[in-house]
Each structure stands twice: as C-alpha cells, then as structure tokens.
Nanobody, 115 residues
Framework: QVQLVESGGGLVQPGGSLRLSCAAS????????MSWYRQAPGKERELVAR????????NYADSMKGRFTISRDNAKNTVYLQMNSLKPEDTAVYYC????????WGQGTQVTVSS
C-alpha cells in the first residue's frame, strides 16, 4: 500500500533553514511527479512546490520562490524540500504527495518558525 513518511521538521528561528524529506513506497515513485503541501492552523492545505518525474522541472508557489528548493532522488524514492530564509508565516505541517495525490496522506512534519 502507499506510504508517505515526512521528516525533518522542527523549531527554527526566523531566517533559519530546514531540509524536509519524504520517503515514498507502495507505488512506482519515478513515474510520478511529486509535490509538497503545507497546512497552517485554521487554514486550508496549500501547494508549496512541485517537481517532475525526472527532477528537471520545478514549480513553486509565489511566496516560496527564491527561498525553497524541491528536489528528488528516484534511486531512494525520496523527495526533499530545502527551506531557507524561513518566516513565521511558514509555520505549518508539511506534507508530500504524488501528482495526482494518493491516499492515504502521510502524517506530515511540523515546521515552527519562531524566535
């Protein structure tokens, strides 16, 4: 069955960095584009970034451009999100999923940006 396991979150000060990882299993990872999403308290889940099957094409939400970098390692069935220059408004639970999204979603990883 599909399993998505996100990790790498934590508490970081504004301006800091984190690298999130998402290990995928239960489907042919290299054949799916992948995305990172986030959900802040009281808000809907939003798309953060997307990466093509080969990793050659990436897209970002406007507020993440220039700060976040999505990448993937098809040999490890893993997608990454490097987050730099973090802001308090980046505080959220971060999730990964395939494109289109599969079920079930993973548990996510909490990112808290606070001084």
């Amino acid at each position: 069955q599909v399993q998505l396991v996100e990790s790498g979150g934590g508490l970081v000060q504004p301006g800091g960095s984190l690298r999130l990882s998402c290990a995928a299993s239960g489907f042919t990872f290299s054949k799916y584009a992948m995305s990172w999403y986030r959900q802040a308290p009281g808000k809907e889940r939003e798309l953060v970034a997307r990466i093509s099957t080969t990793g050659l094409n990436t897209n970002y939400a406007d507020s993440m451009k220039g700060r976040f970098t999505i990448s993937r390692d098809n040999a490890k069935n893993t997608v990454y999100l490097q987050m730099n220059s973090l802001k308090p408004e980046d505080t959220a639970v971060y999730y990964c999923n395939a494109v289109p999204p599969t079920q079930p979603w993973g548990q996510g990883t909490q990112v808290t940006v606070s001084s």
